[in-house]
Every structure is written in structure tokens, then in C-alpha cells.
């Protein structure tokens, strides 16, 4: 069967057993969630690239660990939250993103002005999240960028799902006063 | 079931996980009854909506790059680290019965030779007065009251 047809779970499998493929395949297969999301947390290309293959080595490291009952995805992400959360710490100062280079604009049919607007919001709602507590931030990312649920989200960043519900809601209401503050 | 009135609204969690469809059949209908008759409560609904909607652009962002091949060529390099593991099963643990035994034995003859060349077969415990020199008041040193040092014949 081809690496790529593998399951999450035959693929760490196989990666605990040391093969680096099968590994390979995981990090093809999340570096983009891992890189966005960590790219959002830390503000900076570079520091995010280095921080998802910090992940990724932590993660091959730590798969003997792995408990097959949990869902690789979530426990992925738990590393990648906290090698976010160490480099804030470190550094105590958070950047902003150019956005302008990595998000999709509308297409050329919508024209220059419409174009300038989605990234003039964008811009705004960047800013508006990079103000937010990095808790609040990386709760809304991984319920609204990553489309994870009250569940993964607990398992991910260790806290009960009554904490994921209270932190969500105040993350939402903050963010959105940043944000009409930014447009205002 | 019962509406809740305006000064009633429920909590902002509640509407957040509405949006999110966290919550369970009778409480979701309850707050979704009341979000819709709720000016306050339906603003702030729309609100969580149209965030959602403008926050899902942040998901194109890419590293620009494979990064597979250069994860799997570190992993190469560096290798995963040994996990502390026991040295050595029961069976080995075992197997180093009879040496040990042989060591004993040995330890126990050398001394018995040792006792026999010293005092013959008849080996005597020492004199306490023998032993007089590792007592609390060290050679030359003061003696604290005259028992500690007369008593032993000083």
C-alpha cells in the first residue's frame, strides 16, 4: 500500500518502528495546519518554519509515547501549541505578520479596490488577534482556522472542555472589539 | 418549553457554543428560540458568524515548501534517543549466580587464610584498651572532664 494511503494510526505505527517514511508522510501530511497555525501564534515566516520542524522532531522523538488512543492530529498539535508557547516566553514580544504574501486575495475579476479592501481587513484582523492573550489566540485558531472541536481542542491543549467553552467565548467577544476598534 | 425573556439572556458561552453546535438538543433550542426574538442576543450571534467567516482566509497560509524531506534528513542525522530500558532481564541476572558465588567463596577463604597466618587457629577478639585510640577525645587533645580520660587509664 502506498505511504500516502496509510492511516494516521498505521503511519505512527510504522514511524515508532523507525521508519522515517512513514513519518515523512505525517509531516507532509500536517505541515501546512502546523506551519499556519503556529505562523499565527508567532508572527514571523522564519520563526514559524523553524518552530513546525521543531514540532515535527519532537513529535518522531516522542512516539513511543504516543498512546494509540489518542488521535495523532491533537497530540501534533499540543506539541506545536507549546513550542509556540516557549518561544513567546523567550522572546516576550509578540510580532506582526506580513499577511499580504500568504493569504489567498480575491481573484484579479474583483478588482483592485475589492483586492485592497480583503487585505486591509485582513491586515486589521491579524492585528486585532496578535492583541489578544496567546491563550485566547490559540483557542480561536484551532476552533475556527483548524475546525477542531470543544473535544480535540481539550485534548490538544490539555484543559476541560468547560474551559475550552468560557475561554472560546471571551476569546471571540476580545477579538471582535479589537477588530471594530481596527475598522472603526 | 420555556423562552427566555431579554433580561434573561443567556451567557455569551452558551451563544458561542451555539455557533459552534456544542450544545445539546433542549438547550440549543432554547437559546436559538432565544436569539431569535433577542435583539442583543441575535446582534452578537451574527457577530460570532461574520468573525468566522472573516477568520477563515488565516487557513491559506503556507510554508511555501516541503518540509518532509528536510524533517526526515534531520531525523537521519540525529536518530531517535535510546529509551531507558533495564540492563538486563531475570534470565541474565541469573546467569551471574554462579560467578558471583565463586567471588564470595574466594572473599571468604582469603580471610580465613588471613586470620590464620595473624593469630592461629585460635583468633582472639582485640582488647578494648587496644582500640582506645578511636575514642571522642582525639590523641593530644583536651580532655573534657578527668573520667573521660582517667577512667581509661591515662
Redesign the interface.
Known amino acids: 500500500m502506498p505511504q500516502g494511503e496509510l492511516t494516521d494510526q498505521e503511519c505512527v505505527a510504522r514511524s515508532t518502528q523507525?521508519d522515517?517514511?512513514a513519518?515523512?508522510?505525517l509531516?507532509?501530511r500536517y505541515?501546512?495546519r502546523v506551519?499556519?497555525f503556529v505562523?499565527?501564534m508567532v508572527g514571523s515566516h522564519d520563526e514559524?518554519?523553524e518552530l513546525?520542524?521543531e514540532a515535527?522532531?519532537k513529535a518522531?522523538?516522542a512516539?513511543?509515547d504516543w498512546r494509540p488512543e489518542a488521535q495523532f492530529r491533537t497530540w501534533l498539535f499540543s506539541i506545536a501549541s507549546n513550542a509556540a508557547t516557549d518561544s513567546l516566553r523567550r522572546r516576550k514580544v509578540v510580532q506582526f505578520v506580513a499577511l499580504e504574501e500568504?493569504?489567498?486575495t480575491p481573484g484579479e475579476e474583483a478588482g483592485p479596490e475589492a483586492q485592497l479592501q480583503?487585505k486591509q481587513?485582513?491586515r486589521a484582523?491579524?492585528a486585532a488577534l496578535d492583541r489578544l492573550p496567546h491563550d485566547q489566540r490559540e483557542i480561536?485558531?484551532l476552533?475556527?482556522?483548524?475546525d477542531m472541536?470543544?473535544g480535540e481542542i481539550s485534548a490538544a491543549l490539555g484543559i476541560s472542555e468547560g474551559t475550552v467553552?468560557?475561554r472560546?467565548?471571551?476569546a471571540?467577544?476580545a477579538?471582535?472589539g479589537h477588530?471594530r476598534g481596527k475598522n472603526a | 418549553m420555556k423562552e427566555r425573556t431579554q433580561s434573561e439572556c443567556p451567557r455569551t458561552e452558551q451563544l458561542s457554543a451555539l455557533i459552534d453546535d456544542e450544545l445539546a438538543g433542549a438547550v440549543r433550542a432554547e437559546i436559538e428560540a432565544h436569539a431569535g426574538s433577542c435583539p442583543l442576543c441575535g446582534a452578537m450571534l451574527r457577530e460570532f458568524g461574520e468573525l468566522r467567516v472573516a477568520l477563515k482566509p488565516l487557513a491559506a497560509a503556507r510554508p511555501g515548501f516541503d518540509l518532509a524531506p528536510l524533517i526526515v534528513q534531520r531525523l537521519t542525522a540525529g536518530g531517535r534517543r535510546a529509551r531507558p530500558v533495564r540492563d538486563r532481564n531475570w534470565w541474565q541476572g541469573w546467569q551471574l549466580l554462579p560467578s558471583g558465588l565463586a567471588a564470595a567463596g574466594m572473599l571468604s577463604a582469603g580471610v580465613y587464610l588471613g586470620a590464620l597466618l595473624v593469630g592461629g587457629a585460635g583468633v582472639t577478639a582485640l582488647e578494648p584498651a587496644a582500640m582506645a585510640v578511636f575514642d571522642a577525645v582525639p590523641p593530644g587533645g583536651l580532655c573534657l572532664g578527668s573520667s573521660s580520660c582517667y577512667s581509661l587509664g591515662r
Open positions: 523507525g522515517r517514511n513519518f515523512g508522510t509531516v507532509r505541515q501546512d506551519y499556519r505562523l499565527r514559524a518554519l513546525t520542524q515535527f522532531m518522531w522523538q512516539l513511543p500568504d493569504y489567498d480583503a481587513n485582513l484582523l491579524q480561536v485558531l476552533r475556527e482556522v483548524e472541536s470543544y467553552k468560557s472560546l467565548a471571551r471571540r467577544e477579538l471582535i477588530y
